[in-house]
């Protein structure tokens, strides 16, 4: 799991008085009131006023109240304090490492927050994970919010990086994990879902990405029978309709 500190992003506002200048046309002023000089229009002079980049982007304390409660996973499973954050109030500045796509840490699709495999960071996240206590499955939850159009880009980073990791070394078990990726219909605007399996697991985990507008929700699941396939679509599902309503 990631730790991400809080930034503010302060934005200036500066703006300049309007100036109106009048010209004489060489008589005296009548009535106390200077005329301008044929020809000789006025142009006031308007500042450039900065916009905001985070105006309308969901805040990490509004993101989590996206996220799926407790009672939609049902009995045995817990929810893990220590997994459990997100950016806050403010926002944090943005990053991206395209090149760490091109050659990723591949491990990182065996853990949660496994969108740090594309490089890119958002301005604001919310995130958590659930365990079941009987059955060790685990399905957790992210939405990470990013600027203008970068969230289609981070769907782009992830299939690159997909493509570069056919497989990995599982750290634990120290076995070979295959990975799969494949375009997915039916979920916000675009999502692609990515299969790991190993011989050494009990189970696959299933791992889906869903862009909608600027958020990526990102979900994993290891439950069920089918490598936490059905599982991972059903809480993809959820929480982005949740996501979608969350304004800034």
Partial sequence: MRLVGRSTALLAVAALPLA????S??????????????GTAATPS???TPEDPNAGLATGARLKTALAPASFFGPGYTLDASAT????STYQEPSSAPASAGKPDCGKLAGTSWIAITGDTGVSFAQDDYANKNTSAEMAQEVDVFRGTTASTVLKHLKKAVAACPAFKDGDTKTTAKVKGAATRGLGDEAYTITVTDPAWQNGTTLIAVRRG??????LSTA???NGAA??????ARVTTAAAKVKG
């Avoid at 046309?25 to 044929?38: M, Q, T």
């Avoid at 954050?85 to 806050?88: C, L, P, Q, V």
């Avoid at 600027?214 to 979900?219: G, K, L, S, W």
């Avoid at 599982?231 to 993809?236: E, M, N, P, V, Y």
């Fill in 224 to 226: 069920g029978h089918d």
């Fill in 231 to 236: 599982t991972a679509k059903k809480l993809a």
């Fill in 46 to 48: 308007v500042a450039a």
């Fill in 214 to 219: 600027t958020a990526v929700v990102t979900v």
């Fill in 85 to 88: 954050r997100d950016s806050g």
């Fill in 25 to 38: 046309s060489g008589g005296s002023a009548s009535g106390g009131a200077a005329k301008s000089a044929a």
């Fill in 20 to 23: 109106l200048t009048a010209c």
